[in-house]
């Protein structure tokens, strides 16, 4: 999603008000066109206006640690304790 529709979204060559309504908004919410406006307030603007496109980038990273944390959280819960169980059967005699 990011690639797909944060690069053309992002406007980044101009500003993303020339874009229509919701694609402008929504280029925001990604991480390029944040990047962009966040470069384009630091150095245009002596970082007014910064704020909301700095906490772009960790939002998203906030999110894809708790992906990650929670598929780790999933994938062990689901492995089944058959080898624990297996120690314990008495090996046959042969």
Request: hydrophobic share 45%; net charge negative; with cysteine.
């Given at each position: 999603m990011v690639v797909l529709l944060g690069d053309p979204f992002s406007r980044?060559?101009?500003?993303?008000?020339?874009?229509?309504?919701?694609?402008?908004?929504?280029?925001?919410?990604?991480?390029?066109?944040?990047?962009?406006?966040?470069?384009?307030?630091?150095?245009?603007?002596?970082?007014?206006?910064?704020?909301?496109?700095?906490?772009?980038?960790?939002v998203w990273a906030v999110l894809g640690l708790a992906a990650v944390v929670l598929d780790g959280a999933l994938r062990a819960r689901a492995v089944p304790s058959a080898p624990a169980a297996a120690a314990h059967r008495p090996v046959p005699a042969g």
């Open positions: 980044a060559a101009s500003a993303p008000q020339m874009l229509p309504e919701p694609v402008g908004v929504l280029g925001q919410w990604l991480p390029p066109g944040a990047g962009a406006t966040l470069i384009r307030s630091v150095s245009c603007f002596d970082g007014a206006a910064g704020a909301g496109p700095a906490l772009t980038p960790t």
